[in-house]
């Protein structure tokens, strides 16, 4: 890989003109990024490692998945049953070179025994990517050809085939050179295990194999049903069922109805992907988007008229009626009057403009252009009103006393904060020629259990003059806090004098009260978005001159990026500014990564119609050819390889190349069949 040019790095860091800001902090991560990158290839940097750190954890019990670092660990197993072997393949060979003896043992329900255990009543001489071949021993004669298949319950078979029916085949008898199998035991193994393990999964797509290990002639295969039930004590494994999904492999056809399900499914749901996915070209539409309410609102107001006057139908209850000194009867009471606001009503009418969203009383009745199918409960609303004073009579007593000790009158009532208790006499007759008399009154609350809340009895005398039928307040007792039932109140009075007392001596309840209603309504708020069609669609024209503004005149220098910017004032005229900014060092690339290339002798012995390589060919040995990384320039030669090229700056695009092109040569016509001449393409 060549380290990138100047202009490149002049253009990127143009793209990057946004993130200037962070400029001062790009060393820093570069660094971490450096080092987190390095951490990331030591953990995954293999496929052994990889298999270590993400598949066995997702795919096994028995294995944890760590953070980058290593610092924490926890299960991250998917949640199915893991096997210890669900597959195992013994590979034995004989003199002659043939596999004498394959046994093969299976756990079918996952149980961690390998109840179905099965050897083929043949040698095999070949082995092949989805079968084998069994020939004359040490000879590749009399072949006959063998396809890995599965039963009901899962068991592996070997059923008769052709040869076109097999792929990847190789002869691994004495025919095609000697101790084959034991100089290429692990490729031999994987080759016969994948076949069957291959055929296994395409019978239960549910079957996932997370690990596969080789001990000497024998590889097992380690894996999970994702189909069925992680087991616990109380629910044993059993025999799984094969995914729904895997019934479209038999029928494909089926694939179409169960579209049509989903997306039955999905069309009421706003929040479905289908119906996201759909309103994306809502979206896309050019035009502009403008919100808009309706709101009901009742008004009150207090209204004062005459007793004789007609009442209307939209009141407040209670009506309060009172005869004046004047002899004419006033009533008092409160008028209200619904009132709805709509500034939807234009975008309603607008056919250029769409519903988009909708909420009704905090309810999403419209999202992404669609109905959603819910709709708010009807709300009671209380209404209030003015306030006004209900004046009670608790007692009246026309009589004079002459023991305040004794109470005159007492009365249970229910108080609460607010209310006030008055005292007052009302002289009816003139019995001293000053009209004035001394008169001691007392008044006390108390609860039921004897509590004392309220106590005016001073013992003092009142000296009091009043006119004829006009009311005298002596005092007022205010509830300073809510009172329960049972209050009891109490009170009395006397003339010092012993004057006749011609008067009404009377207690009242005062209590400010306040007018309302609750009002039901089917909704109270509506707060809408429509999407408007704009002419003409965007119009990027502003855009493309600002950009071009800016990526004409981006120059760096000295590790400084400058620029111009263009932009519109408030009144639409262009504005030139000029700016710059101090850009991050620019990361050390290495010019390439270096590599390596080994070669290792291979036999060629793979098995066509015709036969085997070995009997085409007069030199059976070829090489298999490896590209490695280097590590602090040394190169990672495994065993049975030898360094073709050690670790450098390696191109090797012409050899790959033209062997690409004869590869797709290979199939031409180039001795003119048809008998017309044929150009090289």
């Known amino acids: 890989m060549k380290r990138p040019s100047r202009r490149w790095w002049l253009a990127g860091a143009t793209s990057l003109a946004a993130l200037l800001a962070l400029s001062a902090l790009a060393q820093g ?11 990331f290839v030591g953990r995954y940097g293999s496929p052994e490692a990889l298999r270590e750190s993400l598949g066995n954890p997702l795919l096994s019990s028995e294995a944890q998945l760590a953070t980058l670092d290593g610092a924490t660990r926890f299960s991250a197993q998917l949640g199915f049953p893991s096997s210890r072997r669900l597959l195992e393949v013994f590979a034995q060979p004989g003199a002659t070179g043939d596999l004498t003896q394959v046994i093969i043992a299976q756990d079918l329900d996952f149980t961690g025994r390998l109840e179905a255990v099965e050897q083929l009543p043949f040698a095999v001489s070949g082995v092949c990517a989805n079968g084998v071949i069994s020939c004359t021993p040490g ?19 070997l059923q008769p085939a052709q040869v076109f029916d097999l792929g990847g085949c190789y002869c ?53 049903d994702r189909a069925r039930p992680l087991p616990s004590a109380a629910q044993p494994p ?72 007609p009442l209307p139908e939209t009141i407040l209850p209670p009506v309060l009626q009172e005869i004046g000194a004047d002899g004419i009867c006033r009533r008092n009471y409160d008028l209200y009057r619904e009132i709805l606001s709509d500034t939807c009503r234009t975008l309603e009418d607008d056919r250029t403009c769409r519903l988009e969203q909708e909420l009704v009383d905090g309810v999403a009745t419209y999202r992404q252009f669609n109905p959603t199918g819910l709709a708010p409960l009807p709300q009671g609303r209380y209404v209030a ?73 001073d013992g003092g005398a009142y000296t009091l003059c009043w006119n004829i039928g006009h009311p005298y307040f002596v005092f007022a007792y205010a509830v300073p806090s809510d009172g329960a039932h049972g209050f009891r109140i109490s009170g009395g009075g006397y003339d010092p004098g012993k004057h ?50 800016v990526v004409t005149s981006t120059a760096e220098a000295q590790g400084r990026l400058s620029y111009e910017d263009r932009r519109r004032d408030a009144q639409g005229a262009w504005e030139d500014s000029s700016h710059a900014a101090a850009l991050p060092q620019a990361a050390v690339i290495e010019e390439c990564e270096p590599v390596c290339k080994t070669r290792r002798p291979k036999v060629e012995a793979q098995v066509a119609v015709a036969g085997t390589a070995v009997e085409v060919r007069t030199e059976p040995l070829s090489f298999e050819f490896f590209y490695r990384p280097c590590r602090e320039m040394r190169c990672p030669v495994e065993p049975g390889e030898e360094i073709v090229q050690d670790c450098r700056c390696l191109n090797e695009f012409a050899e790959a190349a033209s062997i690409m092109q004869t590869l797709r040569l290979a199939g031409r016509d180039q001795i003119c069949s048809d008998g017309a001449a044929k150009s090289l393409p």
């Not at 991560?29 to 951490?39: I, K, N, S, T």
């Not at 729904?244 to 029928?251: A, C, G």
């Not at 005292?423 to 039921?448: A, D, N, Y």
């Open 238 to 309: 059993v025999a799984s069922a094969p995914l729904p999904e895997t019934r479209y492999l038999s029928d494909p056809f089926l694939l179409a109805d169960a579209l049509d399900e989903r997306l039955a499914a999905q069309t009421p749901d706003p929040l479905s992907p289908y119906r996201l996915l759909a309103g994306l070209s809502e979206r896309g539409v050019a035009g502009e988007k403008r919100a808009c309410a309706m709101r009901r609102v009742i008004q009150v107001s207090e209204i004062h008229d005459r007793c004789d006057d």
């Open 172 to 224: 691994i008898n004495n025919a095609c050179g000697d101790t084959l199998v034991w100089r290429n035991l692990p490729q031999v193994l994987n080759t016969l295990g994948g076949g069957a393990v291959g055929a296994l999964q395409a019978a239960h797509p549910h079957f996932a194999v997370s690990q596969v290990e080789i001990d000497g002639p024998r590889i097992a295969y380690i894996g999970q």
């Open 29 to 39: 991560g570069q660094e971490e990024g450096l080092r987190q990158g390095a951490q």
């Open 139 to 157: 000879t590749w004669e009399q072949c006959r050809h063998y396809l890995w298949g599965t039963r009901d319950d899962g068991r592996l078979f």
């Open 500 to 549: 006749s007392l011609n008067s009404d001596f009377r207690v009242r309840l005062i209590r400010e009260s306040r007018r309302g209603e609750t009002f039901e309504r089917p909704w109270w708020s509506r707060d809408r978005t429509y999407l408007c069609e704009q002419p003409g669609g965007h119009d990027f024209a502003d855009l493309k001159e600002r950009l071009a503004a």
């Open 385 to 457: 009103g003015s306030s006004f004073l209900h004046n009670t009579l608790l007692w009246r007593h026309a009589m004079g006393w002459e023991n305040i000790n004794a109470s005159v009158f007492e009365r249970f009532v229910d108080l609460r904060a607010g209310d006030t208790l008055a005292f007052s006499i009302v002289k009816t007759q003139h019995t001293t020629p000053s009209g004035c008399q001394h008169t001691v009154v007392k008044l006390r609350v108390e609860t039921e259990d004897g509590e004392i809340v309220g106590d005016r009895t």
